[in-house]
């Protein structure tokens, strides 16, 4: 992936805007799996503390020379903070998992996050956060939303916003659902 154009990130800036709404600048934000370090960076300029971890180690340094911006290369599975974050963008990091490995990640994500941070992910639409306990043919649209927000619950994270939109810089006409979540005590 080339780095994003001014173009691209001024796309994304919606998304960029849904968790700046929630998150003071200052605050620590982790970038998990940033790839070339577009968001990161972005973040970096609006005001946060922002740390970065890509498994790759090719769009790590990558990431690191563009944006002047320190990177830790490893698995977000096996990071260990002795201060948790106050917002974490996994932006694309969830569709990188198989369906049956996005329980795991997101329980991760949720023990990195401090009591009342913030978690913005996403999936293509259409896609679950992960899989269903057991499957019901007579299951609907809305009972499955059910089951994910309580398997959500489980992790003491609560839906702020939910909405469908494009991923710049995917095709348009693609559409993804966004999560923004808080987490409880």
Not at 26 to 52: I, P
Not at 83 to 101: M, T
Not at 122 to 134: I, K, T
Request: net charge negative; glycine share 6%.
């Amino acid at each position: 992936m080339s780095p994003a154009t001014p173009l691209v990130l001024s796309a994304r800036a919606p998304l960029y805007h849904c968790i700046c709404q929630v998150l003071t600048p200052g605050a620590h934000l982790l970038d998990a799996g940033c790839g070339e370090g577009e968001d990161a960076r972005h973040f970096q300029q609006s005001g946060y503390v922002v740390s970065a971890i890509e498994l790759d180690l090719a769009m790590a340094r990558r990431a690191s020379r563009h944006g002047d911006l320190p990177v830790r290369v490893g698995d977000i599975s096996t990071l260990h903070t002795v201060v948790p974050f106050d917002g974490i963008w996994a932006c694309d990091l969830l569709p990188c998992l198989p369906a049956s490995q996005r329980f795991a990640m997101l329980a991760k994500l949720a023990s990195l996050l401090k009591t009342g941070g913030i978690l913005y992910c996403n999936v293509p639409q259409g896609e679950r956060l992960a899989p269903p306990e057991e499957t019901d043919p007579l299951d609907t649209e809305a009972s499955m939303a059910a089951d994910e927000l309580e398997m959500l619950a489980s992790l003491s994270l609560h839906l702020v916003r939910q909405w469908q939109a494009p991923l710049p810089p995917k095709p348009a006409t693609q559409a993804w659902r966004h999560l923004l979540l808080r987490k409880g005590s």
